[in-house]
């Protein structure tokens, strides 16, 4: 079991960034991915970034890639999303996962049938 504290979140206009904190704590596996995903109001929960492990294999959702980089720290248990250019469509809770079954490749969402999950961070952007 692991417990999962995202913080970062904020307002934000567009064209601007913010990074998001992800701190885990409890009984954290090796070997499996961590993850960002993301709700915005009406809408489902939304794949945004993915990374494996030892950080050599990452993935993100069409929509950020060139805009958002996932990263992480072992030795501190965490894992970051840096935002960079935010557009309004960026408005969401976003939530970090770990547990997740990835290694390499692209993400699917088999891979989360046993994550864990945070609490969520909200993210705003003004146009």
């Known amino acids: 079991q692991v417990q999962l504290v995202e913080s970062g979140g904020g307002l934000v206009q567009a064209g601007g960034s913010l990074r998001l904190s992800c701190a885990a704590s409890?009984?954290?596996?090796?070997?499996?991915?961590m993850g960002w995903f993301r709700q915005a109001p009406g809408k489902e929960r939304e794949f945004v970034a993915i990374i494996s492990w030892r950080g050599s294999d990452t993935d993100y959702t069409d929509s950020v890639n060139g805009r958002f980089i996932i990263s992480k720290d072992n030795a501190q248990n965490t894992v970051t999303l840096q935002m960079n250019n935010l557009k309004p469509e960026d408005t969401a809770v976003y939530y970090c996962a770990a547990g997740i079954r990835y290694w390499r490749g692209r993400y699917n969402s088999n891979m989360i049938a046993y994550a864990d999950w945070g609490q969520g961070t909200q993210v705003t952007v003004s146009s």
């Open positions: 409890g009984r954290t596996l090796s070997n499996y991915g």
